[in-house]
């Protein structure tokens, strides 16, 4: 399943960093959860997962922060995708 047949209103996993830091995205993973199904996560890339800061939000909120995620939606499930700024390639690799 890619980013372009998810619904708008899908919720996806991100962070405080990321929408109200402002932080850029730059790790992304897709996985499955026998529980929850499959699991978008957009965060900044700092490694700080505390609860404190994690959100969920609709997918089109975290596309509209930073539409150039469309390159990587195609991300198989079970891989993250990284890379150092904005505007740089997408690295991915399995987790």
Same mark, same amino acid.
Request: with cysteine; charged share 20%; hydrophobic share 40%.
């Given at each position: 399943? $890619?980013?372009?047949?998810?619904?708008?209103? $899908?919720?996806?996993?991100?962070?405080? =960093?990321?929408?109200?830091?402002?932080?850029?995205?730059? =790790?992304?993973?897709? @996985? =499955? #959860?026998? @529980? @929850?199904?499959?699991?978008?996560? %957009?965060?900044?890339?700092?490694? #700080? =997962?505390?609860? @404190?800061?994690?959100?969920?939000?609709?997918?089109? $909120?975290?596309?509209?922060? #930073?539409?150039?995620? %469309?390159?990587?939606? #195609?991300?198989?499930?079970? %891989?993250?995708?990284?890379? $150092?700024?904005?505007?740089?390639?997408?690295?991915?690799?399995?987790?």
């Amino acid at each position: 399943m $890619t980013l372009s047949d998810l619904s708008n209103d $899908t919720m996806v996993v991100t962070s405080s =960093y990321v929408t109200v830091d402002r932080l850029p995205i730059l =790790y992304v993973s897709y @996985e =499955y #959860d026998e @529980e @929850e199904g499959h699991i978008w996560q %957009f965060h900044c890339g700092n490694g #700080d =997962y505390s609860m @404190e800061r994690m959100q969920l939000v609709r997918l089109d $909120t975290i596309l509209a922060l #930073d539409a150039s995620l %469309f390159a990587i939606g #195609d991300l198989p499930s079970g %891989f993250c995708a990284t890379r $150092t700024s904005v505007g740089m390639a997408w690295v991915c690799a399995a987790q």
